[in-house]
């Protein structure tokens, strides 16, 4: 179902088998020029969610600098920063573990949320 348009692309991806609760995973993505939207729907789940994702951490040469602001995780190098926002969780963190990828290191950015929430993550540049 993938739309497209000179300022939107949408598409979903599902994921389908046994997930220790759910037995499907629809992810739908939004691409414009400003923000990737991501919001995941777990057809026949109605629990608690966590959503995980990497964030850079070092790629080698620097350091990234990582805050978490309530429902916001900002990663900073140089003058640039991209912003990880998860509307809704009920708790932010960046685990401190750093673990190796083709980029340098990255950590684990993790959002808890609530039983019937639907879980969005929204990645801007800042």
């Given at each position: 179902?993938?739309?497209e348009?000179?300022?939107?692309v949408?598409?979903?991806?599902?994921?389908?088998g046994?997930?220790?609760g759910?037995?499907s995973?629809?992810?739908h993505?939004?691409l414009?020029?400003d923000?990737l939207?991501l919001?995941?729907?777990?057809p026949d789940?109605?629990?608690p969610?966590?959503m995980?994702?990497?964030?850079l951490s070092?790629?080698?040469?620097?350091k990234?600098?990582?805050t978490?602001?309530g429902e916001?995780v900002?990663?900073?190098l140089?003058?640039r920063?991209n912003?990880?926002t998860?509307?809704?969780a009920?708790?932010?963190q960046?685990d401190?573990t750093?673990?190796?990828?083709r980029?340098?290191f990255?950590?684990?950015?993790?959002a808890?949320f609530?039983?019937?929430?639907?879980?969005?993550?929204?990645?801007?540049p800042?």
């Amino acid at each position: 179902n993938v739309k497209e348009s000179p300022g939107r692309v949408t598409f979903d991806i599902v994921y389908s088998g046994s997930f220790d609760g759910p037995t499907s995973v629809v992810e739908h993505y939004e691409l414009t020029p400003d923000a990737l939207k991501l919001s995941v729907e777990l057809p026949d789940y109605s629990g608690p969610v966590r959503m995980q994702w990497p964030v850079l951490s070092d790629n080698g040469a620097e350091k990234t600098r990582i805050t978490v602001d309530g429902e916001k995780v900002r990663v900073a190098l140089g003058e640039r920063s991209n912003a990880f926002t998860v509307n809704g969780a009920t708790r932010v963190q960046v685990d401190e573990t750093p673990y190796g990828c083709r980029n340098g290191f990255a950590r684990v950015a993790i959002a808890e949320f609530a039983a019937g929430e639907k879980p969005t993550l929204i990645i801007r540049p800042e």
